[in-house]
């Protein structure tokens, strides 16, 4: 049976005819899936451990591909964007389809959009800051937009017996030029890249 030229259905409609004509099957249920499509592609980069180009296959998902790319990374950010070309002018604007991760991961199928040829699946890197100082746990912490000083050195484990929360500075590069912010509030947001510095109680 020559399958080319024709739809799923018709293709199913010609098997189901040709199995009834031979006398081997008297009213049988037919099923034609495509299994992949060898013209079709998508690409997956940013923070996956194997980022590259893949085929497309018939039911592939946003879980399923970043499955292929080998998952996302330990540095990667929130969400997960698919730009999606839109069918038939390459000048129009592509579609932009922002999808929260910790949901999809957590369950939420809703959010397992499936792909279409041309998608490209980009990963951020998690917006991040740097704490150091007189806090419990200095190190790199990934951070969401809206953020403040206080909530960033939570994540820090908090401030040591030394730590003051009256002697805070912020060093951001801004422009180009890195500047420092001396005496920041608790309250005051942080921007990714900054380093929060936390210095020492006078007694």
């Not at 998952?71 to 950010?77: D, E, F, I, L, N």
């Not at 699946?121 to 800051?129: E, M, Q, T």
């Amino acid at each position: 049976v020559t399958a080319r030229g024709l739809t799923l259905r018709a293709l199913e409609a010609e098997l189901r005819a040709k199995l009834v004509s031979g006398g081997f099957l008297k009213n049988p249920e037919i099923s034609v899936a495509i299994d992949a499509y060898q013209s079709q592609r998508i690409m997956v980069w940013g923070q996956v451990n194997q980022p590259g180009e893949y085929q497309l296959t018939g039911d592939m998902t946003l879980l399923s591909a970043l499955a292929r790319a080998g998952s996302v990374t330990s540095s990667a950010g929130s969400e997960a964007v698919v730009v999606r070309p839109k069918k038939g002018s390459a000048a129009e604007d592509p579609e932009i389809i922002k999808v929260d991760l910790a949901e999809l991961q957590a369950g939420n199928m809703a959010l397992n959009i499936p792909l279409r040829d041309g998608d490209t699946i980009n990963i951020p890197k998690a917006l991040s800051v740097f704490v150091t100082g007189h806090v419990k746990n200095p190190n790199g912490y990934s951070i969401e937009e809206g953020m403040t000083v206080l909530q960033v050195l939570s994540l820090a484990g908090g401030l040591t017996d030394r730590g003051s929360d009256r002697r805070i500075n912020i060093v951001r590069v801004v422009d180009g030029k890195k500047t420092e912010l001396k005496g920041v509030k608790l309250t005051a947001l942080v921007q990714p890249g900054d380093t929060i510095v936390v210095g020492q109680r006078i007694f």
